[in-house]
């Protein structure tokens, strides 16, 4: 990081970032792998109705894993 | 009893130099292209359990996490092209065959991000800084504000009303000319750059409203973010705030065809 950005520029990685980037981007292929690109496509889906269901608790200043929510 | 599979994180060029990776992270080098697996268990990333693991949050948080490590100390020594969560083939010869037969799109493509990271630039908009700063540069905002301090009673409510709705109007037309002043100035320092959507409050996890949500292929990073720094200078008095993440793999500047 240069020195010259304001430290509170830079931020935790949310893990909605981490979702939008690993579950909808990058290579996407068909044809040997083990699981269909549909597949991935509704965890996707999947994942960011739950991220907002568990954002309210993050708001309260709790960081919280999307597993605990479930449990 | 159980049969490996091979997750497939991403392709680098070959040889790619040492790399700091997990101890169970493998290349898989076929021509001037490498894989970078690890070996899984077919009981747990086969088809019909993976389904089953795609519902297990606990399972599904780990496993995103673990793909962006992975990807991330490559990326500290090398251009990586990320391939999506959970790919996985059956066997070593698949993962050769991929590479070999898609050897001419993931060289273009790897030569398109040769040395650049993918950055991520997020402004927001903060209401209570906004009417104190951005909004007291219009005119009428001004004379209402000294307006209102004055009334009293049923007058200085409806005034209020007024002063919220001019400011809420005021607030929406600053955010998109302030995303659209950024996003430009953030081009130019870029080689390349998207607009992604937009997260609502109840999914960005702040509660001001987000006017802009970039991802931008960077070349030279110092001379990016000097640039961010100076915008944020600018802009942060009139209610504006500023969040960068990365470096990533640059997830959001692989070529249409190998998009599926």
Known sequence: ?71 | MSADGWYLYGVVEAPPGPLDVEPDVELVTEGPLAGVTSRVSLDEFGDSALSERLGDAVWLEENIRRHEQVLERVLASTTVLPCRFCTVYRTEADVRRFLSERQDQLTAALAEVSGRVELGVKAFVDPERFAAGGAQENEQIRELTAQTAQAEGGRAYLESRRLERLVGDERARFGQEAASQLHSRLLDAAERGVLLDLQRPELSGRDEEMVLNGAYLVSDRPGFERELAALAAELSSRGLELELTGPWPPYNFVSEELRG
Do not use: F, H, W
């Not at chain 1, 240069?2 to 909605?16: A, G, M, N």
């Not at chain 1, 981490?18 to 981007?25: E, F, G, Y």
């Open chain 1, 1 to 71: 990081m240069s020195s010259d950005l304001r430290p509170d520029l830079r931020q935790q990685v949310t893990l909605l970032d981490l979702v939008d980037r690993v579950l909808n981007k990058g290579v996407v292929l068909s044809g040997d792998i083990t699981l269909s690109v549909a597949d991935v496509d509704l965890v996707y889906v999947g994942l960011r109705v739950l991220l907002a269901s568990v954002a309210t608790l993050e708001e309260q200043g709790m960081p919280v894993a999307i597993g605990d929510a479930l449990r």
